[in-house]
């Protein structure tokens, strides 16, 4: 695991490319502290710092094959290397370590770009290849580790995050404003944009080749993986459970490969309870190092089914409390961390795991990817829900609008009201964007209120992604339409930036099983009724797993990794809100209307509405502004 940056010039001499890009590196050394390797050559500034996992003692990078024509700067682990090592080696190549990166190199010698679809794991990569002065640029399939890049009076620059392009000479900050619209809606800036001008992310599956004799003509990005959800499987469902269990013994055996500490994020849901019992079948349990996080909230705490779990296969269990005084502690350099703002709280919470796991161990294995997969979110049944909804007639909507703003207003997690109010805001919307609408927190008609600066506002731009995803899904079946785009925007965009940052910050490398290759496309082709059977979610999961795990852990609701914000906003953090919302510092950053801003935090400091999310959107946007912009 490691993090990448480097640039591409004509401009400056080769000892000035060295000082530059190794000022580049310098802000990522959290993603890789273990040590840093570069190569300045021609255009070429290349840099990465490691965090070893494999291959200590000869993984360094770049890495070239035998003539040192092709090299490569690498970021992640290629979980089937050794696989793809013999079939390289009996073709004649000759490898010189034994780490998974120089596999890649390899890969790309023998079969081009078209070596992408054989990896299975998680990356992002700058391959060079001097002869053809090209440079390759990809990421997985599912986006677990990122790449940005930009190119800005002659120079192309890429990195791992943001922050490495603000050491180079030529890089100039601007607010991408149609990214803070979209950001405001989803709570995070969906790729390719990023939320700063001129500056791009590759989007997860995709990948482009840089000539290096024209680094002004930068290519469209080009995808080399989609989800597939057709033909389906003509199986029995005991065979599906079976086939289930099979895949994910091997996507966790695969994932157990390190020479360093590796343990597992245990919340005691169903999906992580799923990863510590195929840990257990592959080791003796008592290796099995478990952290999990307790709130002092019990709507929000979760402790007691991890417990549960690492008593009932006996693991080496630790858990660790946050509580306001904690969260206040850690805010600071998490909001310091975050160079794009990204508006999902539960970072906190998986801060403070990875930094209490990474005490213990460097590599965690987790269950992210299980509830888009198998449908196991609470807007797949409210999608349900809604198809039925919206034949009942306007005068019963119109009641059942005025019922829900009668309810009282709770702070707990995911309260009744709150899923009322929800599932409310999005029936207001077409279905194309329901499911965004749902999951974020300033609507069109919201942000034309809240936005001084005059940005389109329409649902096509702020939407965008997943409008097209709806048009250009390859899904045939309304359910699946619903979990590619999941897959697509929440998934790829929330949960996996937020596990990649949180963990890197603290220098912990996290795996996710769900997210193996061969696990998301035998799931994609199961028909529907085995994912969601009425409004019961992740049926098959479940019956896959009832002969492994207690009963209570397969049938308990989900619960989610919040945190309870919205009761700190009224005391602990509401002397921060005050200040960074001043009436006059908002009217003078000249962003958002002053009156309006004031309108959210009062309803929500008198209790009227439950504000947490728009409050949280903001806050995190004005953090990131003050850390990076200004």
């Known amino acids: 695991m490691c993090g990448i940056a480097g640039f591409i010039s004509t401009k400056f001499s080769e ?21 840093d ?108 580790k990122p790449l940005y890049y930009t190119y800005q009076n002659g120079h192309f620059l890429f990195g791992s995050e943001p922050k490495s392009f603000f050491a180079h000479p030529e890089f100039r900050k601007e607010l991408n404003l149609h990214a803070l619209s979209q950001y405001l809606a989803h709570e995070y800036v969906p790729a390719p944009e990023s939320i700063y001008q001129k500056v791009r992310k590759i989007p997860p599956g995709h990948y482009f080749t840089l000539s290096t004799s024209a680094l002004d003509q930068v290519p469209e990005t080009q995808p080399y993986w989609d989800l597939r959800f057709e033909p389906k499987f003509d199986l029995s469902q005991d065979e599906c459970e079976e086939r289930i269990r099979e895949l994910l013994k091997k996507a966790v055996a695969r994932r157990l490969m390190s020479e360093v500490p590796l343990g ?6 169903l999906d992580s309870s799923t990863v510590v019992a195929m840990m257990a079948e592959l080791m003796p349990p008592k290796n099995i190092k478990s952290f999990s996080i ?32 904690i969260m206040l502690d850690i805010f600071p350099a998490v909001a310091q961390a975050l160079d794009e703002p990204f508006a999902d709280s539960s970072i ?26 198998f449908a196991g979110y609470d807007t797949f049944p409210a999608h349900q829900l809604a198809r039925f909804y919206e034949k009942v ?63 389109d506002q329409s649902y096509e731009r702020i939407y965008s992604q997943a409008i097209s995803l709806q048009k250009n899904s390859p899904a045939k079946s309304y359910m699946d339409h619903v979990v590619y785009s999941y897959f697509k925007t929440y998934l790829m965009n929330d949960i996996l930036v937020k596990v990649d940052r949180a963990s890197m910050m603290n220098s912990l490398e996290v795996r996710a099983p769900f997210l193996d290759k061969d696990v998301i496309e035998f799931v994609c082709r199961l028909p529907d009724h085995l994912k969601i059977k009425g409004i019961r979610t992740k049926y098959i999961l479940k019956k896959a797993m009832a002969k492994k795990l207690p009963m209570n852990i397969i049938n308990r609701p989900k619960k989610g990794f919040g945190v309870p914000i919205s009761g700190w906003f009224k005391k ?59």
């Open 264 to 269: 597992v994020f245990l919340s005691g849901g």
């Open 393 to 455: 007639p306007g005068f019963i909507h119109s009641m059942v609008h005025k019922t829900a703003n009668l309810l009282p207003v709770s702070t707990d997690n995911v309260s009744f009201d709150f899923k009322v109010k929800k599932f409310l805001s999005g029936m207001n919307h077409p279905k194309e964007v329901r499911n965004q609408v749902w999951l974020g927190t300033f609507s069109p008609e919201v942000q034309h209120e809240l936005l001084v600066s005059p940005i």
């Open 37 to 144: 390797g570069y190569f300045v050559k021609g255009p070429y500034a290349m840099g990465m710092r490691r965090l070893s996992i494999i291959d200590l003692s000869s993984g360094q990078q770049p890495i070239f094959n035998e003539d040192r024509s092709i090299g490569i700067v690498f970021n992640g682990e290629i979980y089937n290397y050794l696989e793809l090592k013999d079939i390289l080696i009996k073709k004649g190549h000759a490898f010189r370590t034994h780490s998974d990166t120089e596999t890649v190199v390899h890969l790309y010698e023998e079969f081009g770009t078209a070596m992408l679809d054989r990896l299975n794991g998680m990356f992002a990569m700058a391959l060079f290849d001097l002869k053809k002065q090209t440079v390759l640029f990809a990421v997985d399939r599912t986006g677990k």
């Open 294 to 325: 307790a709130f002092d909230d019990p709507s929000f705490d979760e402790s007691s089914y991890a417990r549960q779990i690492a008593n009932h296969f006996g693991t080496d269990h630790r858990e660790e409390t946050l509580s306001p005084s």
């Open 15 to 35: 000892d000035e490319k060295l000082s530059v890009v190794k000022a580049m590196n310098d802000p990522i050394r959290h993603r890789g502290p273990d040590e």
């Open 348 to 373: 906190i919470p998986t801060y403070l795991l990875s930094r209490f796991t990474r005490k213990h161990v460097t590599v965690a294995l987790g269950g992210d990817g299980g509830d888009e997969l």
């Open 572 to 630: 602990e953090l509401k002397p921060l809100l005050l200040d960074e919302f001043s009436p006059d510092k908002i009217r003078r950053e000249g962003l958002f209307n002053s009156s309006v801003v004031e309108r959210i935090l009062g309803e929500h400091f008198a209790g009227k509405k439950d504000n947490r999310k728009e409050i949280w959107t903001l806050l995190m946007f004005q953090m990131w502004k003050k850390n990076y912009l200004n």
